[in-house]
Each structure stands twice: as structure tokens, then as C-alpha cells.
């Protein structure tokens, strides 16, 4: 199976920062790599496919990057509505297995 | 518009079953894979099961292997879960998601609202 392994678990920042989340896979595999936003009680909501291809209706602040095994989840302006938990996912091969999550918080 | 809508849910005691359904509409349900990923309480999520688009093929996470079945009904544009020998750690909101357009990338482009699944004695 294919881990991965996502940095950090949590961080605080404000409103306007630009913010980082990084996915690590145990194995290389090609951009099969999704990125979803998670508020409380509510499902996830895909962000970005294809390691950098932004989903319909995702504003443009979010971007994704990377190759490989290392991948990257910038959100370049944080607005409120961005406080959020963040996953990532392999859909390269079964199981398609999520990262364990990075929570944004309000710093 | 798509909606996916989850039943099934409920209390359950360890050792027994539970079969859930999730009921497709919006889109054409018999050109895409179909996914549950769960969310045990205050965890992240977990993919657990797919689904090919004519059933033939089926993949699990190791962890429910031989106690979980994944299956549709395209003429009732319905995807189930059946759970045998349920676990404590089986409790969960179980959600049911779509896996993108055919020929893509795979995300889980729609979700539906879950429905949670307390296994306790």
C-alpha cells in the first residue's frame, strides 16, 4: 500500500498569510494526487486533481504542485472561510489511501 | 444536479452486521466508480472500498477485507456496503463519494452527507 504522510499535523496563521501543506508518498507514482478541504460535520470537498489541476468552482487562491513523492498544497491569501482541515490522496492505485489530515487553524 | 444520499446507518453490537445504501441521482451512475471512505469520531478519513463501473472489479483496505462487500445496482442507480463481524473500530461516518468522470483523474468529486455507524454493546 502506498503511505502518505502529511506535514504538519496542524498550524495556526491568519487571515492573508499564504500557507503550505506538504504530502510525502512511500512510493513515486504519476500525478494521481488530490487535495480535499474538510470543515466540521460537513463532507470533504475536492480542491485540487491531477497534483495541480484546480477543481470547478475552487477559487484560484488554492494551488497545488509537486511530482514524484513530494507534493504541496498552497492556499496563497488565507480567508476566513479557509479554517479548515486538509487531506490529501493517492487515487494512483488500491487502496487509495488519504494522508492524516493537516488542520488550519485561527492563529 | 448530483446528489448521493446515505441509509443505513445506526447502533449495532460488536459482532453483527449492518448494510448500507446510497441512493445516486444527477449524473450517470453506470459510467462511474463508486467509493466509501469512513471517518471514525475526531479522525481523519479513510478509504475503504470501491467499485467498478459493472461491478467486476472491487478493491478494500486490508482492514475490512472478508467482513465488508461492496456492490451496486445500476438499474437502481443504488451502491451498497454490507459489514459482517463488525468491529468497535468500525464506528464511523461512512460516506459515499463518486470517482470522478470516466477516463479521469480519479478524485472523489462528489460526496453525500454520510451516515454514522456505532458499533457498542
Known amino acids: 500500500d502506498i503511505q502518505m504522510t502529511q506535514s504538519p499535523s496542524s498550524l495556526s496563521a491568519s487571515v492573508g498569510d499564504r500557507v503550505t501543506i506538504t504530502c510525502r508518498a512511500s512510493?513515486?507514482?504519476?500525478?494521481?494526487l488530490n487535495w480535499y478541504q474538510q470543515k466540521p460535520g460537513k463532507a470533504p470537498k475536492v480542491l485540487i486533481y491531477?497534483?495541480?489541476a484546480l477543481q470547478s468552482g475552487v477559487p484560484s487562491r488554492f494551488s497545488g504542485s509537486g511530482s514524484g513523492t513530494d507534493f504541496t498544497l498552497t492556499i496563497s491569501s488565507l480567508q476566513p472561510e479557509d479554517f479548515a482541515t486538509y487531506y490529501c490522496q493517492q487515487s494512483y492505485v488500491a487502496p487509495r489511501t488519504f494522508g492524516q489530515g493537516t488542520k488550519v487553524e485561527v492563529k | 444536479e448530483v446528489q448521493l444520499v446515505e441509509s443505513g446507518g445506526g447502533l449495532v453490537q460488536p459482532g453483527g452486521s449492518l448494510s448500507l445504501s446510497c441512493a445516486a441521482s444527477g449524473f450517470t451512475f453506470s459510467s462511474s466508480w463508486m467509493s466509501w471512505v469512513r471517518q471514525a469520531p475526531g479522525r481523519g478519513l479513510e478509504w475503504v472500498a470501491n467499485?467498478?463501473?459493472?461491478?467486476?472489479?472491487?478493491y478494500y483496505v486490508d482492514s475490512v477485507k472478508g467482513r465488508f462487500t461492496i456492490s451496486r445496482d445500476n438499474a437502481k442507480n443504488s451502491l451498497y456496503l454490507q459489514m459482517n463481524s463488525l468491529r468497535g473500530e468500525d464506528t464511523a461516518v461512512y460516506y459515499c463519494?463518486?470517482?470522478?468522470?470516466?477516463?479521469?483523474?480519479?478524485?472523489?468529486?462528489?460526496w453525500g452527507q454520510g451516515t454514522l455507524v456505532t458499533v457498542s454493546s
Open positions: 463519494a463518486r470517482e470522478g468522470e470516466p477516463g479521469g483523474w480519479r478524485q472523489l468529486d462528489y
Open positions: 467499485i467498478k463501473q459493472d461491478g467486476r472489479e472491487k
Open positions: 491531477a497534483a495541480s
Open positions: 512510493q513515486s507514482f504519476n500525478n494521481y
